[in-house]
T-cell receptor, first 114, second 110 residues
Framework: GAGVSQTPSNKVTEKGKYVELRCDPI?????LYWYRQSLGQGPEFLIY????????DSGLPNDRFFAVRPEGSVSTLKIQRTERGDSAMYLC????????????FGPGTRLTVL | RKEVEQDPGPFNVPEGATVAFNCTYS??????FFWYRQDCRKEPKLLMS???SGNEDGRFTAQLNRASQYISLLIRDSKLSDSATYLC???????????FGTGTQLKVEL
C-alpha cells in the first residue's frame, strides 16, 4: 500500500517568506507527527496530532510555526517569516493509533531558506 | 545533556566484521526503545524494537539495560548494504514522542 507522502520534496524560499509543507499519512492512521532534522543531527519532534487535534505541540520552536490537520488526514505545517535557521529536512510520520505503534516516515521536505 | 546520546562515528569496518553501537538515554520514564536506520538523504526506517530480554533479527541483536539506561545494537557479518546511519530512539512524552540520538554512521568496506 501507499506510504506516507510529502510535498514538495524540495522547497527553496527567501528569508521572510511564508511556506506550507504538506503531509499525506498512510490511509487509516489516526496519529500524525512532524519532525525536523538538521544536518548531522537526529530528527527532533515538533508536533503530534491524534485525529484532528494537536495532542502535543511542545516541540514547535516558536509561534512562527503552526500545523493543522482539519479533517484528520492530510496535515500542513506552516512557517511564517522564515529564517535561515529554519533550513532543514521536515519529516512527517504516521502510526495506526499512536503510542508505541510503529511510526512510518515520509521522504521529507528539504527546506532551504536563502 | 542530550536525552539520547550516541557516538556519531563514523565506524569504518571491513565486510564480514562484527560491529557494536551503544546509546544511553537520560529519561528513566522512557517506555519503548528502537533502532532506526537512515540511508543518506532518505527517511528513517524502523530496524527493530529493543526489549529488556534482548532480541535478535537475523544478523542484528539489540539489548536494553534499564538499570543503566543503556541500549546496544550488534551487527554480525557486516554487509556493504549495512552502510547507513543508525539512530537510537526512545519513546517519551507520554508515549507518543520519539526522541532520537544524533545517529552513528557505519561504513562497511570491501
Amino acid at each position: 500500500g501507499a506510504g506516507v507522502s510529502q510535498t514538495p520534496s524540495n522547497k527553496v524560499t527567501e528569508k521572510g517568506k511564508y511556506v506550507e509543507l504538506r503531509c499525506d499519512p498512510i490511509s487509516g492512521h489516526t496519529a500524525l507527527y512532524w519532525y525536523r532534522q538538521s544536518l548531522g543531527q537526529g530528527p527532533e519532534f515538533l508536533i503530534y496530532f491524534q485525529g484532528t487535534g494537536a495532542a502535543d505541540d511542545s516541540g514547535l520552536p516558536n509561534d512562527r510555526f503552526f500545523a493543522v490537520r482539519p479533517e484528520g488526514s492530510v496535515s500542513t505545517l506552516k512557517i511564517q517569516r522564515t529564517e535561515r535557521g529554519d533550513s532543514a529536512m521536515y519529516l512527517c510520520a504516521s502510526s495506526t493509533t499512536g503510542g508505541p505503534d510503529t511510526q512510518y516516515f515520509g521522504p521529507g521536505t528539504r527546506l532551504t531558506v536563502l | 545533556r542530550k536525552e539520547v546520546e550516541q557516538d556519531p562515528g563514523p565506524f569504518n569496518v571491513p565486510e564480514g566484521a562484527t560491529v557494536a553501537f551503544n546509546c544511553t538515554y537520560s529519561n528513566s520514564a522512557s517506555q519503548s526503545f528502537f533502532w532506526y536506520r537512515q540511508d543518506c538523504r532518505k527517511e528513517p526506517k524502523l530496524l527493530m524494537s529493543v526489549y529488556s530480554s534482548g532480541n535478535e533479527d537475523g544478523r542484528f541483536t539489540a539489548q536494553l539495560n534499564r538499570a543503566s539506561q543503556y541500549i546496544s545494537l550488534l551487527i554480525r557479518d557486516s554487509k556493504l548494504s549495512d552502510s547507513a546511519t543508525y539512530l537510537c530512539v526512545v519513546l517519551t512524552g507520554g508515549g507518543n514522542k520519539l526522541t532520537f540520538g544524533t545517529g552513528t554512521q557505519l561504513k562497511v568496506e570491501l
